[in-house]
């Protein structure tokens, strides 16, 4: 059984940082490309950040670009995302996501497997 289980959330002021972290278990996770989204009240679910199966490029939503890092440490079978000068509009609930393709999508319906969420709320 595949399991993505997101940790690190919280509240933080404008201005400052966060680090979540996605453990997983149940998958070859050096075959997985492996996605941050977020979703905020009343809005879809949007795509954050990417990083492919054996690292390298990353990629990003260009409300994140220069603020946020994603990485992976396939030794411990997580991906992190490091969230520096956060901004209110950072809140929403956070989900790691993982998916085999090799170029990392963007999209929703392309990722197999989510987490449950972590909350993050910036206080401005």
């Known amino acids: 059984q595949v399991r993505l289980v997101e940790s690190g959330g919280g509240l933080v002021q404008a201005g400052g940082s966060l680090r979540l972290s996605c453990a997983s278990s149940?998958?070859?996770?050096?075959?997985?490309?492996m996605g941050w989204f977020r979703q905020a009240p009343g809005k879809e679910r949007e795509f954050v950040a990417a990083?492919?199966?054996?690292?390298?490029?990353?990629y990003y939503a260009d409300s994140v670009q220069g603020r946020f890092t994603i990485s992976r440490d396939n030794s411990k079978v997580t991906v992190y995302l490091q969230m520096n000068n956060l901004k209110s509009e950072d809140t929403a609930v956070y989900y790691c996501?993982?998916?085999?393709?090799?170029?990392?999508?963007?999209?929703?319906?392309?990722?197999?497997?989510w987490g449950q969420g972590t909350q993050v709320t910036v206080s401005s």
């Open positions: 996501a993982a998916d085999t393709v090799v170029v990392p999508p963007r999209e929703v319906r392309e990722y197999d497997y």
């Open positions: 149940g998958l070859t996770f050096t075959r997985y490309t």
């Open positions: 990083i492919p199966w054996l690292g390298g490029r990353t």
